[in-house]
């Protein structure tokens, strides 16, 4: 039972292009989203986060969005540059951002110069 | 201030064999958890631990465990391990009191089992 859905393993993008990454979730009871970015042989890195209280949070070239009605999330990255060719997880958890989290199982992002 | 550090960074071990991994906390961090990412997949949560008090389970078999010391350095430890325990396992730590903060990941642990 996947909870937490990223259903584009992989995403290609130009250089200066907007970047969209989806996710979508199936349990409303999740209060708190976040997005990490993962390098090959590093550990995920925070990136944003969004309350469910909220439907948008800005940050730098990072924007969140949250849907509650559609349990849907995006995370817009403007503009694209190669150093975001990563591997991008969304992730839900009940009660803020130290408890568990329910991960997605990733989307890879390439952005070509 | 220094990250989340974990060690051994790879390991090799027989099916039925016991493993420990380590980690340290970010500096000013209370809880940590750890998390088994298999290949292809997202990170699954394991346990986490709060004040030296496991503070919630994921769905593990009682052969994963853990500990948390004082310095809120932690390790988890596997018993009688399988085949499918092959996987990077994370470690990550935060600060909870009142709100909870983000997780912040160290490398992992890169365990293969054989």
């Known amino acids: 039972d996947q909870q937490v859905k990223q259903n584009s393993p992989s995403l290609s993008v130009q250089e200066g292009r907007i970047s969209i990454l989806n996710c979508d979730y199936t349990n409303s009871m999740f209060d708190y989203f976040l997005w990490y970015k993962k390098y090959p042989a590093e550990g995920p890195t925070f990136l944003i986060s969004?309350?469910?209280?909220?439907d948008k949070n800005e940050d730098g070239r990072f924007t969140v969005f949250l849907n509650k009605s559609a349990k849907h999330l995006s995370l817009h990255i403007v503009p694209s540059q190669p150093g975001d060719s990563a591997v991008y997880f969304c992730?839900?958890?009940?009660?803020?951002?130290?408890?568990?989290?329910?991960f997605g199982k990733g989307t890879k992002l390439t952005v070509n110069p | 201030e220094t990250g989340v550090t974990q060690s051994p960074t790879h390991l090799i071990k027989t099916r039925g064999q016991q493993v420990t991994l380590r980690c340290s906390s970010q500096s000013g961090h209370n809880t940590v958890s750890w998390y088994q990412q298999a290949l292809g997949q997202g990170p699954q949560f394991i346990f986490q631990?709060?004040?030296?008090?496991?503070?919630g389970r994921g769905n593990f078999p009682p052969r994963f465990s853990g500990l948390q010391f004082p310095n809120y350095s932690s390790e988890l430890n596997v018993n009688a391990l399988e085949l499918d325990d092959s996987a990077l396992y994370l470690c990550a730590s935060s600060f909870k009191q009142g709100w909870s903060y983000e997780q912040y990941f160290g490398p992992g642990t890169r365990l293969t089992v054989t």
């Open positions: 969004i309350s469910s209280i909220k």
């Open positions: 631990y709060y004040r030296e008090e496991e503070n």
């Open positions: 992730a839900a958890s009940f009660r803020g951002g130290s408890e568990k989290l329910v």
